[in-house]
């Protein structure tokens, strides 16, 4: 999809909202000319109108608080009675009875003209409420106990959407919550890279695993799991390294580490991202994989004229980055993670790896 498309995509969308804004505004027009020819065989009544409302945040977890604020206006030519002006969370901007009824207010006595304003009043979302994005409305003499001359023009609703997200015993009802994990994980991967540049061929063949076992932090956003960081500084780490550098006149260069890394490699590393989020930009399948340790036994090489000699510890780094994954699959609470990639072609023509990401996340009771 070009620019241009995704721009006119966008105001597609915006649309509808906006023919609904002008809508209700020729609405309230309409209204008030009907009051003005009212006048001329006065209904001699009051008529309630709640004339603002606004609610917060827009994002609530169910069973969660809301604030919602509203002001309720008498608009007749008679003194209102005392009322009631009620909250709920409506799927299609009507009162029906599938309205999420949040809970309601009193109005006090209203004369002609006057208002009755209530500011960031908490009322709770009923923890069965169905995930889903509400609009909220309020409505004035919900116990319909006042006698209007228009009972129709009694609801308004708020410009503010709201979204309800499943309740989630893990996650404290906020956005982009952290909460203390412990993992205990086991990576299995393979990297290996053909590569021929000039009379030069490479192979690099690698296989590592980690295991490790560390506390870590998993962030929630609207109750869902969403991004796990696993930074890890003790484990265990196994794998191997041979490097062969062949030149057409059969000269032959191999170099082979030996990664026994036991309790401390150098660094490791881990960040996961997970889950599209209605929203947010979706970020699924970010990986990245960092892995530096130091071989515990000498890189043995051997040069062109078959000599062999010993070298000191080589570092062995593994870095990957999302532009070289070619894949990601993971189950809903991140507790298993496969990942396959190849080598980005610009930078890592001719690579390719794969990395099975075992899992194993508990939260603290
Ligand atoms: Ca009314
Ligand atoms: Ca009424």
Redesign the pocket.
């Known amino acids: 999809m070009s620019g241009a498309e995704r721009a006119l995509r966008v105001e597609g969308e915006l649309m509808p909202r906006r023919l609904w804004v002008l809508g209700l505004g020729l609405g309230l027009v309409m209204t008030m000319l009907g009051a003005g020819s009212a006048s001329a065989a006065p209904k001699k009544r009051p ?3 709640v004339s603002a409302v606004s609610v917060s945040p827009g994002k609530v977890v169910a069973g969660g608080v809301l604030k919602v604020s509203d002001t309720t206006r008498n608009k007749g030519r008679k003194k209102a009675k005392r009322s009631v002006t009620r909250y709920a969370l409506s799927a299609n901007k009507k009162w029906d009875k599938k309205d999420v009824v949040l809970g309601s207010r009193a109005v006090k006595v209203l004369k002609p003209g006057k208002k009755h304003a209530v500011k960031a009043r908490s009322v709770r979302v009923a923890a069965a409420t169905r995930p889903g994005t509400y609009w909220l409305l309020a409505c ?1 003499d919900a116990k319909k106990k006042v006698r ?1 001359s ?2 129709r ?2 609801c308004r609703v708020a410009k503010r959407r709201v979204t309800v997200t499943r309740r989630n015993a893990a996650a404290p009802p906020d956005d982009a919550v952290k909460v203390k994990v412990n993992v205990r994980g086991h990576v299995d991967w393979k990297d290996r890279t053909r590569l021929s540049v000039g009379s030069v061929t490479t192979e690099i063949d690698s296989a590592a695993t980690f295991d490790f076992n560390v506390p870590a932090e998993l962030t929630y956003l609207q109750g869902r799991p969403f991004y796990l960081e696993v930074t890890w500084d003790k484990g265990t780490v196994s794998g191997r390294t041979v490097y062969k550098r062949v030149n057409n006149d059969a000269c032959r260069v191999t170099s082979t580490a030996d990664q026994r890394v036991t309790g401390e490699p150098a660094l490791l590393s881990q960040a996961l991202v997970h889950l599209p989020v209605p929203g947010r930009p979706s970020l699924f399948g970010q990986f990245s994989l960092n892995f530096v340790a130091q071989s515990t036994t000498p890189v043995t090489a051997v040069d062109c004229r078959g000599e062999t000699w010993a070298q000191s510890p080589m570092r062995f780094a593994i870095v990957d980055t999302p532009d070289e994954l070619a894949s990601v699959s993971a189950n809903a609470d991140l507790s298993r993670i496969v990942l396959k990639g190849g080598g980005a072609p610009r930078t890592h023509p001719g690579r390719t790896w794969e990395a099975t990401v075992t899992l194993d996340i508990t939260h603290p009771r």
């Open positions: 008529d309630l109108v004035a209007e228009n009972e023009n009694n």
